[in-house]
T-cell receptor, first 106, second 112 residues
């Protein structure tokens, strides 16, 4: 199967800081999706991004499919950004990485 | 526009029992996938249903089975429950294969 690796595994940010999360994958995929899981377990789809760059408010994502990686940028972080961020590659089914645990402190 | 709805939200079962979890997909979606998420891990793919048939299956034993109804809603059944089946079970819907996935809030199953 496809290997999906996320880094870093943990991230502690002060409110207002910027950060970059990375997702590497081992083979060609149909698309890549980024999710945020809140402390109650709800997975929110942030981006559907097979290639290129997309922005949604303070979040943006870039996927370079030919080099098999994707980046998620969080700018001006807020405490509500805390949670686990997952990337998932779609090769007929979603294969998730292990996630990045983000804690934003006031 | 309702998102993905899962029931029940929490469930406690005894080893050896059977359980049925339910999922209603987002309006307009026709494909339902089920995932198991153990504590501290990413979700693991169980199976996917489209047009009332199991289209793909992950590395889960036959104790895990499912069904999709004509209205696209779906059930996940687990027989002969083991302690290791304790997890958050997530349902996701999409339009066809390769579409954007929307997840429900999950069912937290505890096996004692």
């Amino acid at each position: 199967g496809i290997q999906v690796e996320q880094s870093p595994p943990d991230l502690i940010l002060q409110e207002g800081a910027n950060s970059t999360l990375r997702c590497n994958f081992s083979d060609s995929v149909n698309n890549l999706q980024w999710f945020h899981q809140n402390p109650w377990g709800q997975l929110i789809n942030l981006f559907y991004i097979p290639s290129g760059t997309k922005q949604n408010g303070r979040l943006s994502a870039t996927t370079v499919a030919t080099e098999r990686y994707s980046l998620l940028y969080i700018s001006s972080s807020q405490t509500t950004d805390s949670g686990v961020y997952f990337c998932a590659v779609d090769w007929g089914k979603l294969q998730f990485g292990a996630g990045t645990q983000v804690v934003v402190t006031p | 526009d309702a998102g993905v709805t899962q029931s029940p939200t929490h469930l406690i079962k005894t080893r050896g029992q059977q359980v049925t979890l339910r999922c209603s997909p987002k309006s307009g979606h026709d494909t339902v996938s089920w995932y198991q998420q153990a504590l501290g891990q990413g979700p693991q793919f169980i199976f996917q249903y489209y047009e009332e048939e199991e289209r793909q299956r992950g590395n889960f034993p036959d104790r895990f089975s499912g069904h999709q109804y004509p209205n696209y809603s779906s059930e996940l059944n687990v027989n002969a429950l083991l302690l290791g089946d304790s997890a958050l079970y997530l349902c996701a819907s999409s339009l066809g294969q390769g579409g954007r996935y929307t997840f429900g809030s999950g069912t937290r199953l505890t096996v004692v």
